[in-house]
């Protein structure tokens, strides 16, 4: 093992990339099953109701697909293996900080991942905080009374005095613990005799933390916004409560249930919305600081590997390839565009979590409305950063299906320059669009039509992109293996979220789709469908040159194929229920929306099964270790005429015999261990 951890190899270092790649892709499709499943019946028992676990769950998820499963992928794994040999380079310029770059990644998965495991405390401040009132008498029998904030629930307690007046005069942090003889209780006016035991019998005994000492008199005194700390559960005593525990035992309740009580559990999403994510009231100390230091590590990772590439290019290509870019591969070409653009939004989010941790521990303001900050301000910045990113994870996979494309349909890709510059206009446009996830943020008419016009103008160069694959595809002699399935399936899904995209471009049509569900379809069916398509293009394309054995045909067509069937089985019913105005973000829903989500939690697991025969084909193929010729070494072909003899030639000097067409037992066919035959090793 010490070859991977100590390497500074760029092959090896992109494998481990890979292999990185492959744990947190499992650990994101567990949190995505576990969504599905709360999601897939009203009153789903999944989460236990647990509206915070589920926010959770559902932040990771987005935080680790994101940056740590198609990032490392592209600009770690394709990137460190294929663009040194592109550019003409033995290795990349910095191999030691390459490695330094690669092992800073676990480190911020580690942290997103713990978030779940963290011991917080159990209460900290909220609306649901329990106010206590003390009536201290010296001539009767005391009256304790609590009662709630929203005064929904009046309890009182009569208690001799002396256990009380016992308690008081003992020092700070004091624990006592309720008797069992509670004489009346009083709800809603009328009084009732029952026992304590009865009052709580469904909850878990209670404790009362006294702080500080309290001086006797005859007048009445009051102690306020002391803390109830219960034992292993989130309870309030209240009317509302008592019912919902009886209703966790039904298999569906009619009814929005939440325990959110405990700020040190909340987070704020993914995109670390503000004001909640500035201020320890709503996001306490604890996950929601872990999350923005994972993020932190994220955007260090990236950031060496972008400038130790980007400066392989620059400085250790050969002397033919420094100022003609269409000699270059055009994996090479998306890639080393997506590294400028990282070298611009990178900083941006950084800045917005550094200000994000300084207004939340340091008392600053910067996003704090009431001393002069703006939460707009930081919508702004992530969102600056938010939708170029959607690019920088895109155009890759353009890059990859172009270069692919021609190599399986055995003709020239039509006009590379138009798809060259297309991806060009599209990154450069990317800047300047990110408005359209604010519209309802209160953005002047003028902001909201700017930006949905220059939106509307991005489906241009992505229109010629489509052509362009079409007219390749168009009387093209297409050889049907998995890498020819995965194209077309990633050209529908790119066709599908484009298309839908374009609804959230408009502006009145944003507006009743804001945050709802269709947002989930569109941006999965772009990111889980286009770009993990594009990805396994060329995971299949340079299997051979990664791991030098060919990949099991027959997994890989199940995982093709039940990955897009379930993909499709999944999200296409979110964009109806969306329809109806179910927002996103929810635990629960009511039950006329139960067929849709049930029928796209069976899409995910038919998706999973996709994902189960995508792994058993990497076991497989390792395992039988089919030795096959790597016939593109790292730049894929076009194929014509020539190619032939020249491989008809080649193959002569290095075997010394003529090209057997028709193998029989007793000589070995070359061509079986080949995808093509008309190709040249390079």
Known sequence: ?????????????????????????????????????????????????????????ITAHALIM??????????????????????GSKDVAFPRLNSLGFWIQPCG??????????????????????????????????????????????TTIDMPYDPIKDILEKKTNEIFFFNENLVEKKIAGNTKEVSFKDHIKKFINFDIKIDDAIKFTDETSG????LILWKLIYIIPET?????????????????????????????????????????????????????????????????????????????????????????????ISILLMFRALAVITPVLGSAMLMLALDRHWQTSFFDFAYGGDPIF????????????????????????NAVLPTVNMRRVASKHHLIWAIYIMNYMGFLVWGHHMYLIGLDHRSRALYSTITIMISMPATIKVVNWTFTLLNGALRKDTVLLAILS???????????????????????????????????????GAVLMGIFVGFYFYFTTFFQVKYSRTFSYLHIIYYTGGQWMTFLPLFWV??????????????????????????????????????????????????????????????????????????????????SLIPNKNTQSYLNNEKSLFSVII
């Not at 028992?45 to 509206?51: I, K, P, R, T, V």
């Not at 994101?66 to 770690?76: A, E, L, S």
């Not at 704020?268 to 909640?276: K, M, N, Q």
């Not at 016939?631 to 080649?650: C, D, S």
């Open 378 to 401: 930081f919508h702004h910045l992530f969102w600056f950063f938010g939708h170029p990113e959607v690019y920088v994870l895109v155009i890759p996979a353009f890059g990859i299906v």
């Open 490 to 528: 990633f050209i529908f899904f790119f066709l599908v979220a484009g298309f839908t995209g374009m609804w959230l471009s408009h502006v009145s049509l944003n507006i009743s789709m804001h945050d709802t569900l269709y947002v989930v379809a569109h941006f999965h069916l772009m990111l889980s």
């Open 223 to 226: 102690l306020s916004w002391k």
């Open 66 to 87: 994101i940056f740590f499963v198609v990032v490392p992928i592209f600009f770690g794994g394709f990137a460190n293996f294929l663009l040194p040999y592109h550019v």
């Open 578 to 659: 969306s329809f109806s105005g179910l927002p996103r973000r929810l635990h629960d829903y009511p039950a006329m929306y139960m067929g849709w989500q049930s029928m796209a939690t069976v899409g995910h697991l038919v998706t999973m099964l996709g994902v189960i025969a995508f792994y058993a084909m990497l076991f497989e193929s390792h395992l039988e270790k089919k030795t096959t010729v790597f016939l593109y070494h790292i730049i894929a072909r076009f194929n014509k005429r020539v190619t032939y003899y020249l491989y008809k030639y080649l193959h002569i000097y290095l075997f010394n015999k003529a090209i």
């Open 1 to 57: 093992m010490k070859k991977y951890f100590y390497t500074i190899n760029h092959k090896r270092l992109g494998l481990n990339y890979f292999y990185f790649s492959l744990v947190t892709a499992m650990a994101g499709s567990v949190l995505a099953t576990a969504i599905r499943f709360e999601m897939a019946y009203p009153g789903s028992s999944f989460f236990n109701g647990d509206s915070l676990k589920y926010l959770q769950v």
């Open 109 to 154: 998965f580690l942290l997103i991942a713990k978030i779940g495991f963290l011991r917080t405390e159990f209460w900290t401040s909220s609306d649901k905080i329990i106010n206590y009132f003390y009536n201290l008498s010296f001539a009767h029998e005391s009256e304790f009374l609590l009662t709630t904030k929203s005064e929904m629930f009046n």
């Open 240 to 332: 509302f409560w008592y019912l919902v525990h009886n209703a966790t035992y039904q298999k569906r309740r009619k009814r929005y249930i939440t325990k959110c009580a405990n700020a040190s559990q909340t987070v704020a999403g993914w995109t670390f919305i503000t004001p909640f994510s500035s201020k320890l009231k709503f996001t306490g100390a604890g996950i929601q600081d872990m999350l923005i230091l994972g993020v932190y590590f994220a955007g260090i990772s990236t950031t060496i590997s972008l400038v130790n590439l980007l400066a392989t290019r620059r400085c250790l290509s050969m002397p033919g390839l420094r100022n003609r870019r269409v000699l270059l591969s055009f994996i090479t």
